[in-house]
């Protein structure tokens, strides 16, 4: 590909951007735009292209930093790694506004709030979001930071929580894998059955427990329990 003012202007992405809103572009497209100018012999386009298929996509993207793009990607300067970086939170943080006190009724809204933010995490955190009757967002805590593979936190630990807030009347689980496969351990799946049977115990409904991983070809980001069949 030749530098893209030298396509047509139907195909260039900020035409196509403005004529046809940033739905109709591919994401190496719209990280192009942020990029601005590639490196010589490579268009915007094709570096951004470069920069996704090191990180296995668009989930990979939640953990790089400017020091990374910059070390991996020589002439990358220091402008246009930190607008990458600062683009990547911005979109993060737009979409937890959007669905802070919203509705959790399923996995994908869970994943929309806490993907964004756990994907960028190198180690398990356990977080609880706690809803009402409505299931809509009360609150969201964390509760947990473990290491790389595993994270320690006892059902009790998260139903104090529960219990010790106000209009809770169901909550959903949420942590992350950091290497990226969402699919539960023995372990998680013996959490969240003491976990269920205490919810109910003590009158809590346990909406979901979502794993956060990322998703590849023929697997999603996330795993959800309810989905699964498990409650």
């Keep these: 590909m030749g530098r893209i003012r030298e396509l047509p202007s139907g195909e260039r992405p900020r035409e196509r951007l403005m004529a046809q809103g940033p739905e109709a572009l591919g994401a190496a ?26 990180r296995e996509g668009l989930g990979g993207l939640a953990r790089i930093t400017p020091q990374t793009l910059q070390k991996e990607f020589k002439g990358l300067g220091m402008a246009k790694a930190c607008q990458v970086a600062a683009a990547i ?5 737009v979409g937890v506004a959007e669905v802070s006190g919203g ?3 399923t996995p994908v809204k869970v994943e929309n ?5 756990l994907r960028k995490k190198d180690r398990e955190e356990v977080w609880v979001l706690l809803l009402n009757t409505k299931l809509r967002l009360l609150r969201r805590i964390q509760v947990s930071r473990g290491s790389v593979n595993e994270t320690a936190v006892q059902p ?15 909550l959903v689980v949420v942590h992350n894998h950091p290497s990226g496969d969402p699919a539960p351990s023995p372990a998680d799946l013996e959490f969240t059955r003491k976990l269920r049977d205490g919810a ?25 329990f309810k989905e699964a069949g498990y409650l």
């Design 29 to 54: 497209e719209l990280l192009g735009i942020l990029l601005r100018t590639g490196l010589p012999g490579k268009s915007a386009v094709e570096l951004a292209a470069e920069i996704l298929g090191s």
């Design 89 to 93: 939170e911005l979109g993060r943080r």
């Design 103 to 105: 509705l959790m009724d």
């Design 113 to 117: 709030l806490m993907g964004p933010e």
């Design 156 to 170: 009790q630990e998260i139903l104090r929580e529960a219990l010790g807030a106000e209009a809770v009347y169901a």
């Design 200 to 224: 109910k115990a003590v009158g809590v409904l346990l909406q979901d427990h979502v794993i956060i991983g990322v998703a590849r070809e023929g697997r999603s980001g996330y795993y959800s």
